[in-house]
């Protein structure tokens, strides 16, 4: 009951947030835009991440998270083997988990099959987009080649454990229903709401008191076009 509240009014917030803004949509397709008002943004800085073993040393990974990336890892070995194409290891992983879609930075086929489990990885300790924490709510406007999904399902949003050379997140397969559980949050997958915006964009909202201290990255989860693993970063300071 007291998450089915939160969620509701999450949800009224966000409409009302998104009945304020005004802003045009951004130019370009798979752009990330943080709004600076209800009528600008700025667009937050892109990096490519790369796919690396899982060496978390702040957090264990739990046996739900172990869970979900064997079954992932399995069902994508079997495509891999079973089909002769990069498309065949896809639905592999499909079959195992329907969130699996994200291509390693080479987009081979070994890291398409093995990327659940594993560490995505970005250079650099920090994001060169900083932003004051104010007890305000974030809110991202990204333009895709539609907004026909259901954006809980195309996209995840990540604090990332960092360190002075890089930034690193275990890649998790899980059900976009899972957002904001225990699980999650403690995987670092921070819970937001989402809806369209314009013709070919969604506005994101990440709520005040699911921010804190840190490296963020927004994930366009779709490995049907992706050849690498482009993420845009801000940082809360």
Do not use: C
């Not at 083997?81 to 988990?97: F, L, M, P, Q, Y």
């Not at 995840?156 to 960092?162: A, G, L, P, S, Y």
């Amino acid at each position: 009951m007291k998450k089915f509240l939160i969620s509701i009014a999450m949800f009224l917030a966000t409409g009302s947030t998104f009945a304020q803004v005004t802003v045009s949509e951004p130019e370009f397709i798979g752009s990330y835009n943080i709004l600076t008002s209800d009528s600008t943004y700025a667009a937050l800085p892109k990096e490519s991440g790369t796919l690396g073993k899982h060496e978390n040393k702040v957090k264990k990974m739990s046996k739900w998270i172990r869970g979900l990336a064997d079954l992932a890892g399995a069902g994508g070995m079997v495509g891999a083997a079973t089909a002769g194409s990069v498309d065949g290891v896809i639905n592999g992983i499909r079959v195992a988990s329907t969130a699996s879609r994200v291509a390693s930075a080479a987009g081979t086929v070994s890291g398409l099959a093995g990327s659940s489990g594993m560490d995505v990885i970005f250079k650099g300790g920090h994001s060169s987009y900083v932003l004051k924490s104010d007890g305000q709510n974030v809110r991202l406007l990204i333009k895709g080649e539609n907004n026909e999904y259901d954006p809980m399902d195309v996209y995840r949003i990540v604090r990332f454990n960092e360190s002075k050379k890089e930034r690193r997140i275990q890649w998790v397969e899980f059900e976009s229903a899972l957002i904001g559980s225990e699980e999650t949050k403690k995987a670092g997958y921070v819970q937001f709401a989402g809806q369209k915006y314009g013709e070919k964009s969604y506005l994101l909202t990440i709520p005040a008191s699911e921010l804190e201290k840190g490296e963020y990255g927004i994930f366009f989860t779709s490995i049907i076009t992706a050849t690498a693993i482009p993420v845009g970063t801000f940082r809360v300071k």
